[in-house]
């Protein structure tokens, strides 16, 4: 049973850059799968940020991808998210996750999801 | 930017049948890509519980059923329990926006 665990600080300042790992254990990041960034806001509640390929492949939300880079470290089984210029808009609560791939085909859903960490942006 | 809709709010009494609805278009689910859904306990990360419409991973109570028909999706929870007091999400890829996948605006599901 794969599990995945963000980590990083919850307080970050404006215009300042958010940074988030996902640690997953219990399973393989170097089979099928896409690794995932999802955040959650009241005000728009759940937005995909982007995705990770251990080949190196990434997809981006294209409404975030000037402040956006998403990295993969297969040694430390961890995937990482960097956030730049951030605003209060930017606070949430935000998720890694996996992408539901088998076989090699994927189902564009997420199967597994870490426990979520909230970061806020404020001076 | 949620572009599937769904009801703020449904509710049922204990042992009844509940039911959310998920609207979408013909970017989403009306271009044939499947619905999932999630559960969102209070405090918690969402939970796959339906996948490709109609399926349940393992361990899902068989209560959760999922269907889709056009450019809509429905989420049916029979023998409602207390514990299915939850927020409820659908989502989908699109093909036609700056983000290919998309969620719902959420539902909330009280067990009166």
């Known amino acids: 049973q794969v599990q995945l665990q963000e980590s990083g600080p919850g307080l970050v300042k404006p215009s300042g850059t958010l940074s988030l790992t996902c640690t997953v254990s219990g399973g393989s990041i170097s089979g099928d799968n896409w690794w995932c960034w999802i955040r959650q806001s009241p005000g728009k509640g759940l937005e995909w940020i982007g995705e990770i390929h251990h080949s190196g492949k990434k997809n981006y939300n294209l409404s975030l991808k000037n402040r956006l880079a998403i990295s993969l470290d297969k040694s430390k089984t961890q995937f990482s998210l960097s956030l730049s210029s951030v605003t209060a808009a930017d606070t949430a609560v935000y998720y890694c996750?996996?992408?539901?791939?088998?076989?090699?085909?994927?189902?564009?859903?997420?199967?597994?999801w870490g426990q979520g960490t909230l970061v806020t942006v404020s001076s | 930017q949620s572009v599937l809709t769904q009801p703020p709010s449904v509710s049922g009494a204990p042992g009844q049948t509940v039911t959310i609805s998920c609207f979408g278009s013909?970017?989403?689910?009306?271009?044939?890509?499947?619905v999932h859904w999630y559960q969102q306990l209070p405090g918690k990360a969402p939970k796959l519980l339906i996948y490709?419409?109609?399926n349940r991973p393992s361990g899902v109570p068989d209560r959760f059923s999922g269907s889709k028909s056009g450019t809509s999706a429905s989420l049916a929870i029979t023998g409602l329990q207390a514990d299915d007091e939850a927020d409820y999400y659908c989502?989908?890829?699109?093909?036609?926006?700056?983000?290919?996948?998309?969620f719902g605006t959420g539902t909330k599901v009280t067990v009166l």
């Open positions: 989502q989908s890829f699109d093909s036609s926006l700056s983000v290919p996948y998309v």
């Open positions: 996750a996996r992408e539901d791939c088998r076989g090699g085909s994927c189902f564009y859903n997420f199967d597994s």
């Open positions: 490709s419409s109609t």
């Open positions: 013909s970017s989403n689910l009306g271009s044939g890509y499947d």
